[in-house]
Structures are given as C-alpha cells and as structure tokens.
C-alpha cells in the first residue's frame, strides 16, 4: 500500500482525537445496544405470548428452551423479525455513540473515503454473489456425498412469504450493522491504539466470533474464519464496502434456504457441521479476498487516506544587521 492512513487507524484524523474517545464511543454503544436490544425483545416475548407461541407460566427450564427454539427459527416471521430487528437497530448506534464520543466527521466509519462508496459495493457485489452460491453448492454437496439425508421441512406459505420480504428488507440493514460493529466501530477502535493492522483484525474477529455463540465449535470456527475474511478486506481496501456486500449476499441466501425449509431445517444451528465447514470457509474467504483485492486495484480505489500536506511556513522578512 502506498503512504497514507489505513482504513483501521481512521480515528487518528479525528480533529479533536484523544485515547480515550474510542473507549468512550464503545462504551456507550454497549450501552445503547442493551437498552435497545432489551425493547426489542421485551416487544417480542409480548407479542409471542398474545399470539400463544411462547408461554410464561411453565417451568423455567421449558420456558428457556422455547426461548431459545423461537428465536432461532427462520421459519417463523415473528422470530425472524426478532433475530433481525435485534441487529438492525445498532446500525444508527454506531455514529450516535461517535458523535456522543466526540468523534467527528462520523462518516470516516465508512471508508478512506470518509463516505460508502456505493459504485464499488456494486461491483463487490459480483464476486460475493458466485463466491457465495458455489460455497453454498459445494457444501451441500459434501453433505449428500457423505451420506446425509437432505429432506425438506414443509413450511407454511404464509410463513414463507413473510420469511422471504422480511429477509429481503431486512437482511441488507442487519449485515451492514455487523460490519459496522465489528470492522468499523471495533476494528478502529483497536487501530487507533495499535499500528500493526494484524492485532485489530485478530482481536476484532475473536469479538466477531463471540457474538456467535449459538454455534457449536465448527461453526463458530467457520464464523472466525469468515469474520477475519471482513476484517482483511477492509483493511485491504479501505472501507466495509466489500464486506458488507459479501454479509450481505451471504446472509440473504443462507436465511432464504432456511426459510423454505429446503435444507432439512428452519432452525439457525451448526450441529452436524465438522472441520471441513471452517476448511471450506477459508478457502472460499480467502478467494474473495483475492479476488476483491485485484478487483479494487483495476478499478483505482483508494485504499488509505491521504496524509494532510501540511501548511505552508510563511518566510520571515530578513532582519537587518546591527548598525
């Protein structure tokens, strides 16, 4: 890369920066997340009760296993909502919590660019769509190779229609949201405190892959591998634009195969995965890395910020000798 600012040490141009503003923009995103999330989630438990999904009189091992079957179950537009919602409500968070924060312009969270580069995330688009739909193929062919009965779950209509409109609204704010958590909010943070890009990739992966935790160990190995896919690619080209278009293709096909139950399941899990799935998701990861990276370099984009020129010093008048 040539001289500038990397995409993670953007918090550094901040004119009033300081150590501790990050800090403080994180903190008060927890903050505002859990106040957020917590509505979100109490406007659900309402409204699945009302509507007799959940019941809160049984005991509460019951109740907890219900809980968490709802909220995991695609098929169900209530809970898809939930899952959903719960995540697009952060995207505005971030910005809130770095203007709180003193950390201005609020637009250096996108890019070098200090803005969303809308014609790269288009062509990004390309490669996430082929990356994604043959890891998707390849996958389901091990599985059949191997011996695994795929039988399609039958799914309401109604359920599916809903499913299907809520995904294709939904899905683009709730993966921008992760991005801009993660690689943006996070992944700067780290940079404004540690020059090597390697330490804010790695540490904002292992936050990335703890937010993931309903998997099982290949799966939350497979969701490492992916995040650390993000984390490089916006380092490499200098903002979430390549990122937020994988995420987001990524997640619009892996939750419409769900939603129509054609995969054998309704249900967001990776029971039955083994180390093939973190394998494959390297393999895949790292290609469209590649192929990002030669694609931002034929296109010309801007992969750090320029460094400031500095002002010019005004030449002092030349002081007479001494008489």
């Known amino acids: 890369m040539s001289d500038g600012i990397p995409y993670h040490r953007l918090f550094r141009t901040s004119p009033n920066f300081a150590w501790w503003r990050p800090l403080l923009a994180v903190v008060l995103f927890g903050v505002f997340a859990v106040v957020a999330l917590i509505a979100v989630s109490v406007v659900w438990i309402v409204i699945a009760v009302m509507t007799g999904q959940l019941d809160l009189l049984g005991d509460t091992g019951s109740l907890q296993s219900d809980l968490i079957a709802q909220a995991t179950d695609v098929s169900n537009p209530l809970s898809l909502f939930l899952l959903l919602a719960s995540l697009v409500v952060l995207l505005p968070l971030v910005p809130a919590a770095m203007l709180c924060a003193g950390l201005r312009p609020v637009s250096l969270r996108h890019s070098v660019a200090f803005r969303l580069r809308w014609g790269w995330l288009a062509r990004c688009l390309v490669p996430a769509l082929i990356i994604t739909v043959v890891s998707t193929l390849v996958s389901l062919g091990i599985a059949l190779a191997a011996g695994q009965r795929i039988e399609p779950v039958a799914v309401p209509v109604v359920n599916l229609v809903l499913g299907l ?88 096909i892996a939750l419409a195969l769900l939603a129509t139950g054609a995969t054998g399941t309704t249900q967001m899990s990776s029971e039955g995965s083994g180390p093939e799935a973190p394998l494959l998701q390297a393999i895949f990861a790292a290609a469209f890395v590649l192929w990002v990276d030669r694609l931002a ?20 008048a030349p002081v007479a000798p001494p008489a």
Do not use: C, K
Not at 297 to 316: D, F, K, N, W, Y
């Open 165 to 252: 409109v809520l995904i294709v609204l939904l899905v683009p704010f709730q993966a921008a949201a992760e991005e801009y958590v993660f690689r943006g909010l996070l992944m700067q943070t780290i940079g404004a405190w540690v020059r090597p890009v390697w330490v804010a990739i790695v540490l904002s992966t292992v936050l990335f892959t703890i937010g993931h935790t309903q998997y099982e160990l290949w799966g939350m190995l497979s969701v490492a591998v992916m995040g650390a896919g993000f984390a490089i690619v916006a380092w490499r080209t200098g903002g979430l634009e390549a990122g937020i278009a994988l995420h987001v293709v990524n997640n619009l």
């Open 297 to 316: 370099t034929r296109s010309g984009i801007e992969r750090v910020r320029p460094l400031p020129v500095p002002a010019p010093v005004a030449p002092h």
